[in-house]
């Protein structure tokens, strides 16, 4: 062997390389240390085996070729990869084979695409997909997953125009400005668009990502994104949205979307009106005829409504019975005039509920607005002129004018008066005494509630008591004056001290009320019968259900509960016999004129029968002269208060009084006893 040859020899010999020689029937005439020590096999004494029975699927020679082979698996280092080639030796039947371990490589490669593979089921899993745009030569590589969301298959080329055409229409000037932008500035950029699927045209929603990668001088050269198939996600938010603008009973829209297209109009710079409409005593369709009629009335009302209005007027519903129109483009009149046209609409439509029906009523603000006034300002306008219509009597128009913000500012202050006296012992009881006519004992006390909070003249209970019972503060009131009353009753123990308690319509519809006389009274230790409520007469007929409930949880643990100013209506007899009351107040009109000869002695006889029929006491009210008294106790009237026989006296005054006179026998307060004026 040449000097030459022994070199490659040995070069082949200590190679990493695995080289063999065989006859042509494949037995070994020679192997290299490298490949011997692949096939596990002794590099010395291979001569003779068969390399096809070492390495199953070797290439069939003489055709050269290339082949992926395992090693047995016997070896310790478990199966390789082998890439194996054969080639005839020149002027030999012999032939060459090497083989080259890549199973690291193939390792490398089975990993890589089973990365692509979880990436590519990641994509569809989460509906989203990969690209990249090669800005030199416009190529767009997209992945699999993407061009299956836009409708086409894996593999399809797709270039930039061609996605473009696919973008609908209305979002693509849009999606052009980001891309565009994010080329020029080289940011990263984000944007939401539409698309058509290409193969049914199916439309899907994608919020995009993506960033400019730029080359050594600058220059941008790929454009890589992301693209998200959104389209669930957008119809449910757009649902939410809708909901959120929408009145779920009528399908107007609500506050928000109202208040919204007002500030739009006022951005705009339009001048218009606002109307707000509100449904006179709609409580009583609900508690009278039940929520599912209330329900079908609001809806019908709705439609009816909507119908009177023209091209660009707003109808919404602002919550409960409240109603909002946005008019922009009209003037006051207009405004007022349609306004009119409205409340009329509504006051036709009739509510039925079997062979019964009735009418509803509305009371409607009208607020004008132009450039400059700020959404909040016209809401608060129209609110004002609205409480303005329920204040003058309901069922009618009113036009905000300045005069109302200045009757807001004073009912505000009294409301800020009221919750300040509660909050720091601002009210003082005052107690009127209820004389029995012919003898002058004095039987029970009214107690009389009275703001003294020191901070200027103060208003009086005719001027505060409506406005706590329509802001709910009157809630609190009684509360505070049944603590009063029953902490006085505590600390004075005497049986002949009476007291009887004014209740307000709205404690009335208080479900907790019953529950908190029974309780204070149980914790107080009180005999009941020394505590009376009185609820007028046409509280009582307003919220009926609520004053029978508590009625009778009252009365079965003995207290008193006497009708006030009743006949005021006369619309309550009929209900007498469903009302566990103890007593009425007669109403102060018919016994002002009880001495003159006039008919009011005919009605005080007419409800005096028939208090006796129903086993209810009487007492007479507004008792200002001697001859009422004599007129009144000829008709049968034992019992009566008015100025005339004890005027309203600071609590503390008159339970002084009492302890000085022990037996509280005739009228109090040092004022003339029913004899004494005799």
């Known amino acids: 062997m040449s000097d030459d040859g022994a070199a490659q020899f040995a070069v082949l010999r200590h190679t990493d390389v695995g080289f063999a020689v065989t006859d042509s029937a494949g037995r070994l005439l020679w192997v290299n240390a490298a490949l011997a020590a692949l096939l596990g096999i002794p590099e010395d004494g291979a001569e003779g085996r068969s390399l096809p029975a070492l390495m199953p699927g070797v290439p069939d020679c003489p055709k050269a070729g290339m082949a992926a082979l395992l090693a047995p698996s016997a070896r310790p280092q478990g199966h390789r990869w082998l890439e194996v080639s054969c080639t005839q030796l020149e002027d030999s039947e012999n032939l060459l084979y090497r083989a080259i371990d890549v199973t690291a490589w193939r390792s490398r490669e089975l990993e890589a695409t089973q990365q692509a593979q979880a990436l590519h089921r990641a994509q569809m899993l989460g509906r989203m997909g990969n690209w990249e745009w090669y800005l030199p030569d416009d190529r767009v590589v997209w992945s699999d997953a993407l061009l299956d969301l836009v409708g086409h298959t894996p593999g399809t080329e797709l270039d930039y125009a061609a996605y473009l055409s696919l973008i609908h229409e209305d979002d693509r000037p849009e999606f052009q400005r980001v891309v565009e932008r994010s080329l020029r500035t080289g940011g990263q950029f984000t944007y939401t668009h539409r698309i058509s699927r290409a193969d049914c045209g199916s439309e899907l929603v994608f919020e995009c990502f993506g960033e400019v990668v730029k080359d050594e001088a600058g220059r941008p050269v790929r454009m890589l994104g992301t693209a998200h198939d959104v389209t669930q996600s957008h119809r449910l938010h757009s649902e939410l949205l809708r909901l959120s603008e929408e009145d779920p009973l009528t399908g107007l829209p609500n506050r928000r979307a109202l208040t919204r297209e007002l500030e739009r109009q006022l951005a705009a710079g339009s001048s218009g009106a606002l109307l707000l409409l509100d449904l006179d005593n709609f409580k009583d369709v609900n508690d009278l005829r039940g929520h599912a009629v209330g329900d079908r009335v609001m809806r019908t009302l709705a439609a009816k409504l909507t119908g009177q209005l023209g091209p660009g007027q707003l109808l919404g519903r602002l919550g409960g019975d409240e109603f909002a129109v946005v008019l922009p483009d009209v003037d006051t009149a207009q405004a007022a005039a349609l306004a009119e046209k409205l ?26 607005f132009g450039d400059g006034a700020g959404w909040e300002d016209v809401l608060a306008n129209a609110d004002l002129a609205l409480y303005a219509s329920k204040a003058a009597g309901r069922n009618r128009v009113t036009v905000y004018e300045p005069g109302h913000y200045a009757d807001t500012v004073k009912r505000v202050s009294v409301l800020d008066r009221l919750r300040f006296a509660l909050d720091n012992d ?31 003249p103060a208003p009086g209970p005719a001027e505060f008591l409506p406005e706590a ?48 006389v029974l309780d204070r009274l149980i914790a107080a230790g009180v005999t009941p019968g020394r505590l009376g409520l009185e609820i007028t ?50 109403d102060g009109e018919f016994v002002r004129g009880i001495d003159r000869g006039t008919s009011d002695a005919v009605l005080v006889s007419g409800i005096l029968e028939i208090a006796r029929g129903l086993g209810l006491s009487t007492v007479a009210e507004w008792v200002e002269r001697p001859s009422q008294v004599d007129a009144l106790a000829r008709l049968g ?42």
């Open 426 to 456: 601002g009210f003082a009881l005052h107690a009127m005494p209820m004389v029995h006519l012919r003898t002058g004992r004095i039987l029970g006390y009214e107690l009389l509630l009275r703001l003294e909070d020191g901070d200027g």
């Open 637 to 678: 009237v034992r019992v009566g208060q008015g100025f005339h026989l004890g005027q309203p006296t600071p609590l503390k005054d008159m339970l002084r009084h009492r302890r000085e006179h022990q037996v509280p026998t005739d009228a109090a307060h040092g004022l003339p006893s029913r004899r004494a004026g005799r």
């Open 537 to 586: 007469e046409t509280a009582a007929m307003t919220n009926l259900d609520a004053v029978r409930d508590l009625a009778e949880q009252l009365r079965a643990t003995g207290c008193r509960i006497t009708l006030d100013d009743f006949g005021a209506g006369f619309g309550s007899f009929v209900h007498l016999k469903h009302l566990p009351i103890t007593g009425l107040k007669i």
């Open 469 to 516: 019972e329509r802001s709910g503060l009157v809630l609190d009131i009684d509360r505070w004056v049944l603590d009063k009353a029953l902490d006085t009753l505590v600390k004075h123990p005497d049986s002949d001290l009476r007291f009887n308690v004014n209740v307000s319509g709205r404690t009335l519809e208080d479900a907790d009320f019953a529950k908190f």
């Open 343 to 368: 409340a009329s609409g509504i006051s036709a439509l009739p509510v039925v509920t079997g062979a019964a029906a009735t009418r509803m009523t509305a009371s409607t603000g009208v607020a004008p």
